[in-house]
Structures are given as C-alpha cells and as structure tokens.
C-alpha cells in the first residue's frame, strides 16, 4: 500500500513538471523573506493600469455656494476644475457660512490633519488663523484671498483679484446707459476687492461722462440683505436708475432694483438669473486660472511662497453679459473696446 502511494505523488510530480496547468490563486501568499534565485524571466504581460491618487481640495467660506457672489465664484472656479481634470482625479469638499472666524479656524485645521492637497481660506478675515495653522502642516499648501500677503510661508498661497479693471469696464457701459445721469453704489465694507471694484466703477463713469453723479453708500456689512435692500431704495428716490454693488448682500440691492426698473451691473458672480431684465453685465472671478497655476506647483513640489492675481489679461476675470439684457452693438463696441485697451494698457485706471 506504501508503495502504491509513492507511486502515485511521484507520478504527481512528474506529471507538473511537464506543464500541468496549476490551480488558480484564491489568496494572495505572505512575502517570503528571501525570494529565490530566478532561472529565466517570465513572458511580459501588460501592465495593470494603477490609478493616481485624486487631488483633493478643501475650502472654507463666510458665506454659501450659491451666493451669486463672493462664495459662488470660487465654487463654480473648483467645478470647472473638476471638469477639466476629471472626477477621477480631482476632488473637493466645502464649509460655508463660516462668518465666525474660530469655528472657520477649526475647520481648516481638521481639513489638514485629514490631509487634504490644498486647503484654501477663502475670506481674507481667515488670514490670522492661517499664518497660525499652516506652520504645523508644512506638508499641506494652504491659499487664501483677497490679498498678496503669504507671511513668508513656503506652504501658504495668496491669489487675489484686480476688480478695478472689471469695474472699469462697468462704470463706463452704466455711464453711457444711465438717462438721468444719476448711479447708485451700494459697498458692504471698504476694503479689499470691493473697494476695488467701486473705485474702478467710479473711474469708468468718470472717464466716460464726468457729468454723471455717482452716490456710494457703505453699509458696512457683507451679508446685510436688508441694510443693502435700504440702500438701493435710497439711491432710487434720489434718482438713480442704474445701479451696482459687491458681496453676497447685493441679491437685496437686485430685488429692489428690479422693482423700480433700474439697470444693475453685477460683481464676483453672474448674476443675470436673479433678474434677467435688467442686469447688463457682471464681472465675473475665474478662479480656475489661479487654481490650475497652484495646482501645478503642489503637483511638482512647491507648497506655496506665492502670490496671484486675477485680471482681465490672464481670464482670471470675465465680463459675462447677459444675454437676455439688449445691448446694443454700440455699446457692446464700447465694452469690447474698453477691455481691450485695459489688457493692452492704452487704458489707464486711474485710482484714488
């Protein structure tokens, strides 16, 4: 009996070393410690296709994704990413109405111990926070606007956008369209790229009919819907019948415009759908300009220790008209001619 068992595990043996095919793998083996000497190479197969890690982006915000300002410029700038670098290799998530700045410092401080790629503070009161945060990260990028500022951090960006120019542009159509020669402003607070974008839009009119009077009001808040509703209704009783204005509390501003007929020229965002009839045109931020730029630096090596500025040259700025709005071809010559000479530099912004 002994004898026909060795017969048969030596004609097992025989019978695989002639080509027997094996059994297919149900488990991976454990790595030997000490691989074995290799007789001849194996045939080349194809190699299996292994996907990259996603690039992953986390951004904080004060106000929401659909603010039709502020927050919605750079959520529809991170989409349009996401669309050109496709799903598979490009993610992103979101915090917004972080208006309290400790609860936004705790978010953007759990975003980096989740090791996300980029995190960006998207609000430029977010700033103390970050020169505070980002030196515990120094493998996260970190960027932040609307400012040049980096702290000399070699993880931290800064991008920023240069609204006088699109303001500009603004100031002169609302100039050339405004028939009782009277413009209200409505700014939140005075700083940053709003402040920008008003002092562009004043130039703009002034370079085009220095005998149109623009009132700007202040209201000291970004997110003040009523306060902005206010103002708009005070620079309509004084005449105005165009009107214009920054932050994500303009959509006030909209409303009682449109209520009294008068013509708007929005900022940040386009704002065309919140009142078709009468928004003429927005200057609208593209982030995406900015954010390809950062992303290319991360994917090579460089954490930050730079700074961006969105323009109308570069497209990170876009005046968008509405197309619902009739402007006419003179006046779509005028813009057209306007943003040419900006990006050219034939037209000089003259700011206060």
Not at 5 to 31: D, H, I, K, M, Q
Request: charged share 15%; proline share 4%; net charge negative.
């Amino acid at each position: 009996m002994k004898k026909f068992v060795w017969f048969l595990l030596t004609l097992a043996l025989v019978l695989s070393a002639c080509g027997a095919p094996a059994p297919e793998a149900t488990e991976a083996p454990v790595a030997a410690t000490e691989a074995p000497a290799a007789t001849e190479a194996p045939a080349a197969t194809e190699a299996p296709v292994v996907a990259a890690e996603p690039f992953r982006v986390a951004v904080v915000m004060p106000s929401s994704t659909t603010d039709l300002a502020f927050g919605q410029s750079m959520y529809d700038a991170l989409v349009r990413v996401q669309e050109e670098m496709g799903a598979e290799n490009f993610e992103f998530v979101y915090s917004e109405g972080m208006f309290v700045v400790d609860d936004a410092a705790a978010a953007i401080r759990d975003y980096a111990t989740q090791g996300f790629d980029l995190v960006i503070a998207h609000g430029s009161q977010y700033g103390s926070s970050l020169q505070e945060i980002a030196p515990d990260f120094p493998e996260t990028s970190f960027a932040w606007g609307t400012t040049v500022d980096t702290f000399g951090q070699p993880n931290i960006f800064a991008y920023e956008a240069l609204s006088q120019e699109g303001g500009y542009v603004n100031g002169v159509l609302a100039a050339t369209l405004s028939t009782s020669k009277v413009i209200g402003v409505v700014g939140p607070i005075e700083t940053g790229d709003a402040k920008l974008y008003v002092d562009g839009f004043k130039a703009g009119v002034a370079a085009t009919d220095p005998t149109v009077q623009v009132n700007v009001n202040y209201i000291g808040s970004f997110s003040d819907v009523a306060l902005a509703s206010e103002a708009a209704t005070t620079h309509i009783s004084a005449g105005a019948d165009v009107l214009t204005g920054s932050a994500q509390m303009v959509v006030g501003a909209i409303g009682k415009a449109e209520e009294a007929n008068a013509l708007w020229f929005g900022t940040q965002s386009n704002q065309a759908s919140l009142a078709p009839s009468i928004v003429v045109a927005s200057q609208v931020y593209h982030w995406e300009v900015m954010l390809n730029e950062m992303i290319g630096l991360i994917q090579a090596g460089t954490m930050g220790g730079q700074s961006f500025s969105a323009n109308l040259a570069n497209g990170g700025q876009v005046i968008e008209f509405n197309s619902d709005y009739a402007l006419s071809d003179e006046a779509n010559a005028l813009a057209d001619s306007t943003i040419q000479g900006i990006i050219d530099g034939t037209i000089t912004i003259a700011l206060p």
